[in-house]
């Protein structure tokens, strides 16, 4: 996408930020997870989880009403960012249970 001769508007390929609501088990302020790829609705997404945020970057051309557009950074340098729950992020929690279940299994 980028090393196209036309790499497209800067709306077009875009990143939405969620900040993630406080846990009673959980202090996402404190973890970072490694980027992982997924695939939400015929959409190719990358995640990422940084101290609290979840930075979801398209990868995939989205679709004319894709509900995360007005997320997007626009033109004129605005960003919204949203306050979510982290069960919102599915493929988010498979990973942070499977981090808790190696953990746990870890011998001492």
């Given at each position: 996408m980028?090393l196209?001769?036309d790499?497209?508007?800067p709306?077009?390929?875009g990143?939405?930020?969620?900040k ?7 202090d996402?302020r ?8 997924l695939r ?7 995640l990422f989880?940084?101290?609290g945020y ?6 995939s051309k989205?679709?004319t009403?894709?509900?995360?557009r007005p997320t997007?950074?626009n033109?004129?340098?605005g960003l919204?960012i949203?306050?979510t729950?982290?069960?919102?992020f599915r493929p988010?929690?498979?990973l ?9 299994a870890?011998p001492?």
């Amino acid at each position: 996408m980028l090393l196209t001769p036309d790499p497209g508007e800067p709306g077009e390929y875009g990143c939405s930020i969620f900040k993630l609501v406080p846990h009673a088990l959980l202090d996402f302020r404190s973890m970072v997870f490694e980027p992982f790829s997924l695939r939400l609705d015929k959409q190719n997404l990358i995640l990422f989880c940084f101290r609290g945020y979840v930075f979801q970057f398209m990868i995939s051309k989205p679709f004319t009403n894709d509900p995360f557009r007005p997320t997007f950074i626009n033109e004129e340098g605005g960003l919204r960012i949203l306050e979510t729950d982290v069960r919102s992020f599915r493929p988010l929690c498979e990973l942070i249970d499977r981090g808790i279940r190696t953990a746990r299994a870890w011998p001492e």
